[in-house]
C-alpha cells in the first residue's frame, strides 16, 4: 500500500474543514469590513462636513475597505492551495491557477490604489 495515499486518506477531512473554515473567515473579514465601511459612511454623511472633506472621508472609507478586501482575498488563495496541495487534481491545480491569478491581480491593482491615494 502507498503511504502518502493512506496518509492523505487519513488527514483530508481534517483539512476539509480547515479549508471550509478558511472560506468562512474570509467572508467574515469581507463583512466585517463593508459593515466598517457602511458605519463610517454612514456618521460622515451626518456630520456636517464641507465637500473636501466628504470626499477625503469617502478616500479613507475606500481605502479602509479596500484593505480588509485585500485580507480577505489572501485568506481565500492560502484556502485554495491548501486545498489543492491536500487534493491534488488536475482539475483542482487549474482551478487554482486561475483563481490565485484572478485574485492576486484584483490585490495588486487594489494595493497599487490604495498607495497612489495615501
Given amino acids: 500500500m502507498d503511504i502518502y ?7 483530508y477531512p481534517v483539512f ?9 473567515v474570509a467572508v467574515l473579514i469581507l463583512m466585517y ?12 454623511k451626518r456630520s456636517k462636513i464641507s465637500t473636501d472633506e466628504a ?3 469617502n478616500q479613507h472609507i475606500k481605502n479602509h475597505l479596500a484593505s480588509y478586501i485585500l ?10 492551495i491548501i486545498e489543492s496541495v ?12 486561475f ?6 491581480a ?7 490604489e490604495i498607495e497612489e491615494e495615501s
Fill in 106 to 112: 484584483i490585490s495588486f491593482f487594489l494595493n497599487k
Fill in 55 to 57: 470626499i477625503l472621508s
Fill in 33 to 44: 469590513g463593508s459593515f466598517l465601511g457602511i458605519k463610517e459612511f454612514i456618521s460622515s
Fill in 5 to 11: 495515499k493512506i496518509l492523505t486518506d487519513a488527514i
Fill in 71 to 80: 485580507l480577505s482575498l489572501e485568506v481565500l488563495i492560502a484556502s485554495d
Fill in 99 to 104: 483563481l490565485v491569478v484572478i485574485r492576486t
Fill in 86 to 97: 491536500v487534493h491534488p487534481t488536475l482539475q483542482d491545480l487549474l482551478k487554482l491557477g
Fill in 16 to 24: 476539509k474543514i480547515f479549508v471550509v473554515f478558511l472560506n468562512v
